[in-house]
């Protein structure tokens, strides 16, 4: 299965500031998919990203506050901007390969 | 619309012993995928075990067990002879197996293995 690299692994950031989180795949993938989990939640998918298109995103989640870079098949970047406190969670990137997905090992922020 | 229901938000269980953790799903969709993932304190999704919904046997994966009913639309996984590094959050979700191949998450259980 592939392996993902996901980078911060945590962040304490200021409120109105921005954070770009990556994930590196090593290998190619079509799909991946960045999910945010607030304390104590389960996982929400915020978007689909496909290279070389516009991500899609979900019900609730806007382009303008986390907008997705997919330059190519291995790589891609969710970006919280104008962060807030409710935007403290952890991000997870994930990508499809056989059954089950791999994921990222997570980024925790926290907006203060 | 597709919905996974987890009831259980805390089970414990003493070390050794079996434990069960129920998942109930929603779908008019007659193919569909059902996974069980572990997250550790860490943050780290791990996938555990997979079952198709036109699967005929239940999925094993080492200790790991699906009791899959789809008549009563459940999914519950099974681990047996518990070990303290199964304390951990355990998500049911079901994945669409056309159009983006997205999941969707049940509110997860919390599980501690007692020594």
């Known amino acids: 299965s592939a392996v993902i690299s996901q980078k911060p692994s945590r962040d304490i950031c200021q409120r109105g500031t921005s954070l770009t989180i990556q994930c590196q795949v090593d290998?190619?993938?079509?799909?991946m998919f960045w999910y945010r989990q607030q304390p104590g939640q389960s996982l929400t998918l915020i978007a689909t990203?496909?290279?070389?298109?516009?991500?899609?995103?979900e019900s609730g989640f806007v382009i303008d506050k986390f907008p997705i870079s997919r330059p190519n098949l291995t790589f891609s970047t969710l970006t919280v901007s104008n962060m807030s406190p409710e935007d403290s969670s952890i991000y997870l990137c994930?990508?499809?390969?056989?059954?089950?997905?791999?994921f990222g090992s997570g980024t925790r922020l926290t907006v203060v | 619309a597709q919905k996974i229901t987890q009831t259980q938000p805390g089970m414990f269980v003493q070390e050794k012993e079996a434990v069960t953790l129920d998942c109930t799903y929603d779908t008019s969709d007659p193919s569909y995928g059902l996974f069980w993932y572990k997250q550790p304190s860490s943050g780290e999704m791990i996938f555990l075990i997979y079952q198709g919904s036109y699967d005929q046997q239940n999925a094993t994966e080492g200790r790991y067990s699906l009791n899959f009913q789809k008549a009563r639309k459940s999914a519950n996984l099974v681990i047996s002879a518990s070990q303290l590094g199964d304390s951990a959050m355990y998500f049911c979700?079901?994945?669409?197996?056309?159009?983006?191949?997205?999941?969707?998450f049940g509110t997860g259980t919390r599980l501690k293995v007692l020594a």
């Open positions: 979700a079901m994945r669409e197996t056309s159009g983006t191949y997205k999941y969707i």
């Open positions: 994930s990508v499809g390969q056989g059954l089950g997905y791999t």
């Open positions: 290998s190619q993938v079509t799909m």
């Open positions: 990203a496909n290279q070389g298109s516009e991500a899609t995103y």
